[in-house]
């Protein structure tokens, strides 16, 4: 676990000693336990994966007895697991009730939910939802779910029993799944969009001051140099 200047039967610092690579196993007291807790004994503490910070722990709580100890000693096991496993409080609750439970830590990361949600939409289903939307041009939801109901209520096709109760908001889901866009990628161009930005065109004030008429003058140009140009706004009708 890290490198520290220690000699547990006296307690006290030598740096002039060898240097002891203090690992979990030399800890086999409370008294040095708590040693580590309180910072008499520096310890590196590096990063350990989950799955030796899990061995770490079940190692601990076995080789102390944990389960015989008092409240206090407890909690000074607690804080050392703390300080070189890096789980936060929680985490050692949790693991610490599975140890209780069933004498053993389980990394559960690796495995399913306890109680996973029944799936009701197999992927055949979602593979005949995109054979659907392929025939059809992938319609809007309510008028997709009109057809999936029809093809199992009004034409008794067995494989559209589940999809016939498929809700609108379900269905959108299904097509965002990776099964769907694997069966059928839908690739829509861009669209110009026919918006006039802006008109070219003489006005039409209506005898109503305000419509401008701009127009440029240049001077003309002398010994190769521009010459100036000029811009007017003229009103339409007050010709100002």
Known sequence: VGVGFFHFGSGTWDHQEMIIMLQTKRVTTLEQVRQVVQGIVPIECRAMDRASAYAFMLDTLVRFYYRNCSRPDKGLLRAYMAKLSGFSRSQLTRLIAQYMEHGRIVDRHQQGPVRA?????????????????????????????????????????????????????HLYNLRKSWIYR???????PTRPTPVAIGVRARPDPGGQPGYLRVDTVHQGDRDGVKGVYLINGVDEVTQW
């Open 182 to 188: 694997r069966c059928r990628n839908v690739y829509c």
């Open 117 to 169: 949600f029944p799936r009701r939409y197999t992927d055949q289903d979602i593979r005949l939802l995109a054979e659907v939307d392929e025939s059809l041009g992938q319609m809007s939801g309510p008028a997709t779910r009109k057809v999936l109901q029809r093809m199992y209520r009004m034409f008794n096709n067995p494989k559209y029993e589940r999809l016939s109760d498929l809700s609108n908001g």
